[in-house]
């Protein structure tokens, strides 16, 4: 019946009981918890973690028998069972002040249920340290804290600072446990999207050892390249046939759409485990993790702050910034990255400068697609669509009908986007002609107060120019002057020129010309 994929499936147990498939992460679980104690890990959205953090359990509870045939049976002698605290957030909506508060207080009812404590305090964080305490002096031996999704709760309350704030401050004392009871602990590992390093949240924990961009660990969640061509070989084939592609044509699709991520200057290829075991399950390519859901907030977020969606493609960074979020008033790409939206692309040791970048195909033109809605008068579910017809003028040779399509994108433009006409119409022609690319090749410039844009099609080539309160015939004069159709003279595609003006006062394109 081949391999059993494990989508969904966040339990070490019933992975290895149901003979799922198991990407063996056990050497680098081995190295993790013998040389270090405190640990923090953030990854993007169904990468593993929750895996991570149920292995780690089974780890704990010295359940030798779950890790039969993988590297750490060989490695680990004694296998030690321990008390293991397990905190997950992740299944909760946290939406009044008292979500938060009842979901710690279940798990610690439960706690101290299972070691017999009766609560004598309020205190949230006080019980979790007698808690901590009791277990280690029951088993005789130090507590594992093992804690899934710990920012859950402030990422449902971007946008609602006194929410978060309130939140800040209860996972602050709850959190700071960690340090206060270390005579206690044996291991503690909290994983997320993301790490709230400027707002406090980890101010009382500067114990904890972030290996998120550690290349020692940078393999510990997700499938390698290596992992992908010997564990999958002939899924791979089987991929092919069921599409009609040979083995090297669908390995390299494989590599396009859900290759990558690197979290490390020295990262190793990582592929979405999620959306590769789905397409192995169901022998197509998809938008899977993708089609998972997109945080409105991000785009909100990169409205908020004003940003140029061209950076995107061009972005650089240093390793401060993308270890943690700070005001995302000021900057959203930390949280980008993070979220795995964008990846690190390249690396400037000599400054220590991040390029980053689109992680592949379905990350990029998933959310291309989903910004344009949100810049753009198109409803949410007509992305494509719009795009559809836009390609299929550009492949008629129709450019008036093309024209009117992308003036229609700008009709209702809100008049408190005229302090920022140039970058809203620049952000709208970006995700146009990006999603265009996706279909047609396609290649653009900006500068100041113009863009000039190259579109090529099987029978047809447009060299256009766009200008901000200039004329059209200035635009076209300039396509000539700068002779930016020079490359393709002896082509023997048609060739348009195409000179376009955008109008500040009318808010729209005013006028092409074409020659």
Known sequence: MGKHYPIGIQSFEELRKGGY???????L????????????????????????????????????????????????????AYPVLHLDLNSQKYDT?????????????????????????????LRFVDVIERAAKAAGRNVVVLVDEYDKPLLQTIGKPDLQDDFRATLKAFYGVLKSCDASIRFALLTGVTKFSKVSVFSDLNNLADISMDHRYASICGITEQELLTDFKEDIAQLGEANGMTYEE????????????HFGA??????????????????????????TGMPTFLVETLKHTHYDLHRLTQEQTTSDVLGGIGSMDENPIPLLYQSGY??????????????????????????????????????KSESIFQISLFVRDVESGD???FMQRLQSFFADTPYELVRDLELHYQNVLFIVFKLLGFYTH???HTSKGRIDLTIQTDRYIYVMEFKLDGTAEEALRQIEEKHYAQPFLSDNRQLYKVGVNFSAQARNIEKWVVN
């Open 21 to 27: 498939y198991y990407a063996d992460k056990t050497e």
């Open 29 to 80: 679980i081995y190295r993790l918890v013998k040389t270090g104690k405190y640990y923090f890990l953030s990854r993007p959205r169904r990468f593993g973690k929750s895996l991570l953090i149920s292995t780690l359990e089974a780890y704990f509870l010295g359940r030798k028998e779950l890790f039969q045939g993988l590297a750490m049976e060989q490695l680990e002698k004694d296998w030690t």
């Open 97 to 125: 002040p008292e979500s938060l508060e009842r979901i710690l207080d279940k798990n610690l009812k439960k706690w101290e249920a299972e070691y017999e404590i009766e609560p004598q305090i309020p205190s949230l964080s």
């Open 250 to 261: 669908a390995q390299q699709t494989l590599k396009q759409w859900y290759d990558g991520y």
């Open 266 to 291: 020295e990262c190793p290829d990582m592929y979405n485990p999620f959306s590769l075991l789905n397409t192995f399950a169901q022998m197509r390519f998809g938008s899977y993790w993708f089609d």
């Open 342 to 379: 964008l990846t690190i692309k390249g690396y400037d040791k000599r400054f220590g400068l991040y390029r980053l970048g689109f992680p592949n195909e379905e990350v990029e033109k998933g959310f291309i697609s989903f910004l344009l809605p949100y810049y753009a008068k198109v409803g």
């Open 399 to 401: 450019i008036d009908s």
């Open 442 to 444: 396609a290649e653009y």
